[in-house]
């Protein structure tokens, strides 16, 4: 996937948002109307928005144009809280398809088009006051809407497919008495998830900017001295410089997880033999060894497992207490080159750094994180079918 537009709704508190000052919080909007406002009540402790709709069934909108009509993914976000006897309601759009959630006297949660409406779940359904998040996707004439009613999870409370006729020009949210954080929009036929993911496709020799969702999900934490560069392994990547101080990026808000998987693809320095290239609290971090080993929460790889000046795929994982460290020599491969798994520390997982420190630096590109223990697996490069893109990933199934 190629994240097309991703907006984190970072603004003033009761400020309405604009198309000008959406730019703050990622791509601005082409169009906003319905007197939208910004919170301090997003997802993740921060900002969001909510959509207080107008008048009688008017909705707060906002929207991005110009994405064309090839296939496109959008997740965001929302929340409604307790019924008092008003309606409430907030849908995803992809032109005149939809994913929409209505309380009061609506009909629960539906997938519609202007020629089709198919219920999904009744209104009794939906929970109250808790964050939910919405995936919907278009693809030729196929919408499809899935509605997760637990945020974190990774199974759809609900699904379902309705044939849309329209070429679609927008894509975005509306709502009345909702709220809504972190949009995201991307070019594939396929769920974007939970899951963090970043592209690190930054503009070389610039550093990458804490809340910047440009490239994927933002990061929460960002140390100085580290930059991108133009010879990642699918386009630009993360240049991490080794040495005695700690530098990394992270995803460190908003998940505190049992069972997790990591994905990065990872090229070290000749000479980067020591000192960890990751770190999280639980296992504390991932790190070479020597002649290229790799270690984490008592799991060894050999030396060689992570040649010097080849790119790699590593995937870190745990599932019910097994971890799985796992380096893939081909990033393209589905078997790894070199694993080992044991049982490891079961904390749970509040975050996770792509850090280095260590003698040696070293490059990270097309970054994810997921909530299972389940290997999420290589990108697609333009060599192999199914290209749409370098950016965010494609998850192994």
Not at 15 to 23: D, G, K, R
Not at 47 to 70: C, H, N
Not at 273 to 288: I, K, S, Y
């Amino acid at each position: 996937m190629v994240t097309l537009r991703a907006n984190e709704l970072s603004g003033t508190p009761d400020t309405e948002i604009t198309t000008a000052n959406s730019a703050a919080g990622g791509d601005a909007f082409t169009a906003v109307s319905g007197g939208p406002l910004y919170t301090a009540d997003g997802r993740e402790g921060g900002g969001g928005a909510y959509l207080p709709g107008f008048g009688i069934g008017g909705y707060s909108v906002l929207e991005w144009s110009g994405l064309g009509d090839g296939p496109v993914a959008v997740r965001a976000f929302v929340r409604l809280d307790d019924p008092d006897g008003f309606s409430q309601d907030v849908a995803i759009r992809i032109g005149a398809a939809q994913v929409r959630l209505t309380t009061g006297f609506g009909s629960g949660v539906v997938v519609e088009t202007d020629e089709d409406t198919t219920v999904l779940a009744p209104a009794t359904a939906i929970p109250f006051g808790t964050w939910m998040r919405i995936e919907a996707t278009a693809a030729g004439d196929r919408f499809t809407g899935r509605v997760f009613f637990d945020a974190s999870s990774d199974r759809p409370s609900c699904s379902g497919v309705i044939t849309r006729s329209d070429t679609f020009t927008t894509v975005g949210a509306a709502g009345r008495r909702a709220h809504l954080d972190q949009l995201l929009v991307a070019d594939a036929p396929w769920p974007v998830g939970l899951l963090r993911v970043q592209s690190c496709g930054g503009p070389p020799g610039t550093e990458p900017v804490a809340g910047n969702s440009s490239y994927g999900d933002a990061w929460g934490a960002v140390d100085a001295g580290i930059t991108y560069t133009a010879d990642g392994y699918a386009g630009p990547g993360l240049r991490l410089p080794g040495g005695a101080t700690a530098r990394g990026v992270a995803w460190n808000s908003g998940f505190a997880l049992g069972d997790f998987a990591v994905r990065g693809h990872l090229r070290r320095d000749e000479g980067a033999e020591d000192g960890h290239v990751a770190w999280a609290n639980t296992g504390g971090g991932v790190f070479l060894t020597s002649g290229g080993g790799l270690s984490w929460a008592g799991l060894e790889l050999p030396a060689g497992a992570v040649p010097a000046g080849e790119w790699v795929r590593v995937e870190v994982r745990r599932s019910a207490g097994v971890g799985h460290l796992e380096v893939f020599g081909d990033p393209q491969a589905t078997t790894p080159t070199a694993a080992a798994s044991g049982m490891v520390p079961t904390d749970l997982q509040p975050q996770w750094w792509w850090e280095r420190y260590g003698t040696g630096g070293i490059t990270w590109d097309e970054l994810a994180l997921a909530d299972t223990g389940d290997r999420i697996g290589p990108i697609t490069l333009p060599e192999h079918p199914g290209y749409t893109g370098f950016g965010l990933p494609m998850f192994a199934t």
